[in-house]
């Protein structure tokens, strides 16, 4: 990658270059922002400017040019590990617990009376881990029209994705992540009066930071085996209980903007409901 003639101007191509020239043309720095996201800084503008989309262009052969960093969804970048590694998807869910839109992904705060952010929350938090867009697990910017999609057919207009037959996207529905999930990570079920009973035995699971709960309905006709989720949280850590003697999950979320907050808080909400551990990292 190399910055056309070594140019500091707004709006200097950027280019593929045949030949490593070690010099500032192909010099640049990633840098941290305060939402987990990373600018791509410009050793020849002295990294004052940074890599920007032109024209915050969504299609295949948009360009890529230098220019004044602006904190937009064009010159911010998300950095996808390729291998597992949770330290880079659990600084992205504590950065955007509270945060509903970062340009790559669909702002659905408003979306379906504001319940249906869960799933979308820990897709972007299991993506920023290593765990790779797959078959029907997948989102992606169309256009900038509905950024915030109010409703189904905005979501379709602006954003590409795929769904089960009849139904909706495993990154966006609990339910569906769940139908997804479910077979093709490890995963493992218990009742919240479980865990509020047998907090020693649920503190020795081997699940750990970067791993995924779901809460679950029982099933309809089943009550003993978990049916519909309807809630999705990702686990940030694990604190010790002193008075208790035993380790507990903290999970961090979207529908209601959670950081971590106790597995034990959730249990004793939903006693009778089921818990749904999966096996990520």
Request: hydrophobic share 30%; aromatic share 18%.
């Amino acid at each position: 990658m190399d910055v056309d003639n070594g140019g500091n101007a707004n709006g200097t191509n950027i280019q593929i270059w045949g030949i490593d020239l070690n010099n500032n043309n192909q010099s640049f720095a990633f840098e941290r922002t305060s939402t987990g996201r990373y600018k791509i800084l410009t050793k020849c503008s002295n990294w004052t400017k940074a890599l920007a989309i032109e024209n915050a262009s969504c299609s295949s052969g948009g360009n890529l040019i230098q220019h004044q960093y602006n904190g937009s969804i064009n010159d911010e970048w998300i950095l996808e590990p390729v291998n597992k590694d949770w330290g880079l998807g659990l600084p992205y869910a504590s950065s955007n617990y509270n945060n509903y839109f970062n340009g790559a992904y669909p702002n659905l705060s408003t979306f379906d009376n504001g319940t249906r952010d869960c799933a979308n929350f820990v897709s972007q938090c299991l993506l920023n881990s290593g765990i790779h867009f797959q078959d029907k697990w997948w989102m992606y910017r169309k256009n900038g029209s509905y950024s915030q999609p109010l409703n189904s057919s905005q979501l379709y207009a602006s954003w590409d994705y795929d769904v089960y037959s009849g139904g909706s996207s495993p990154w966006i529905s609990a339910h569906y992540f769940r139908e997804y999930w479910k077979g093709k990570v490890s995963s493992q079920y218990c009742t919240g009066s479980f865990i509020l009973q047998y907090p020693h035995t649920i503190s020795n699971l081997s699940y750990y930071a970067g791993d995924v709960i779901q809460i679950v309905n029982p099933h309809p006709t089943n009550t003993n085996e978990p049916g519909s989720a309807f809630h999705t949280l990702f686990i940030t850590n694990m604190n010790y209980d002193y008075s208790g003697g035993y380790y507990y999950y903290t999970l961090t979320g979207h529908s209601y903007s959670q950081s971590n907050k106790s597995l034990m808080d959730y249990a004793n909400s939903y006693p009778d409901s089921y818990f749904v551990f999966y096996k990520f990292m």
